[in-house]
């Protein structure tokens, strides 16, 4: 069973175009977040959400914006997509608390052409 | 600030050596949580190891450990008996209780040669 799934693991798309990326976990954990990870490899926290409440919304352009419907799943929505957007986007989850690890999806390669 | 730093961009060793990547951290929160990933080529990120900062005795996970200096703010990852597979990108993270907040240094790119 997968811990941490998002779908799609592959997106091509246009500039100015709308997508969605999807992430639900079977873990139990209350905590999700989206990370950027850039061509260089630099992973980059973009929102956390616990308990469907948004407690970290890093320096993210208003375009993406996060949802989060119940406690395993967050979603992760993309206006008017830029050439600048393409990244690998990684969901995770973890409990609350310094002592936990986050488990990571297996990441969302964007490409925008 | 709540901030991670891996110098070393690429590192190389023989396969059945141990080689340590660097990281070190800086916080002024007194509880946080470090951690290693690792990411194959395939992409996925997998968990390594973890260190609590009240945790007195390093954290040791089959071949990995963790070298943590608290003073020094550093939190190094040493493989030992390095085998091909351990090729890949390893990411050193660190966790505030007060944000809560787990953010990720730069990564090291390790090669394992025969």
């Known amino acids: 069973d997968t811990a941490v799934s998002q779908t799609p693991k592959y997106l091509v798309t246009q500039m100015g175009n709308d997508k969605s990326i999807k992430c639900e976990q079977n873990?139990?954990?209350?905590?999700m977040y989206w990370y950027k990870q850039d061509s260089k490899k630099f992973l980059k926290i973009m929102f956390s959400y616990n308990n469907k409440e948004l407690i970290i919304n890093e320096t993210v352009p208003n375009r993406f914006s996060p949802k989060s419907p119940d406690k395993a799943h967050l979603n992760l929505h993309i206006n008017s997509l830029e050439l600048g957007d393409s990244a690998v986007y990684f969901c995770a989850s973890s409990h609350r608390g310094v002592n936990t690890e986050a488990f990571f999806g297996q990441g969302t390669r964007l490409t925008v052409v | 600030a709540q901030k991670i730093t891996q110098t070393q961009p690429g590192m190389f060793v023989q396969e059945k050596e141990a080689v340590t990547l660097d990281c070190t951290y800086d916080?002024?929160?007194?509880?946080?949580?470090l951690f290693w990933y690792k990411q194959p080529s395939s992409g996925e990120m997998i968990f390594l190891i973890y260190?609590?900062?009240?945790?007195?005795q390093n954290a040791t996970e089959g071949r990995y450990s963790l070298n943590f200096q608290k003073a020094r703010k550093s939190a190094n990852l040493v493989i030992s008996a390095s085998q091909l597979g351990d090729s890949a990108m390893y990411f050193c993270a660190m966790r505030e209780s007060f944000t809560d907040k787990l953010i990720f240094g730069t990564g090291t790119r390790l090669q394992v040669f025969p």
């Open positions: 916080t002024s929160d007194q509880s946080y949580g």
């Open positions: 260190q609590g900062s009240y945790d007195e």
């Open positions: 873990l139990g954990h209350d905590t």
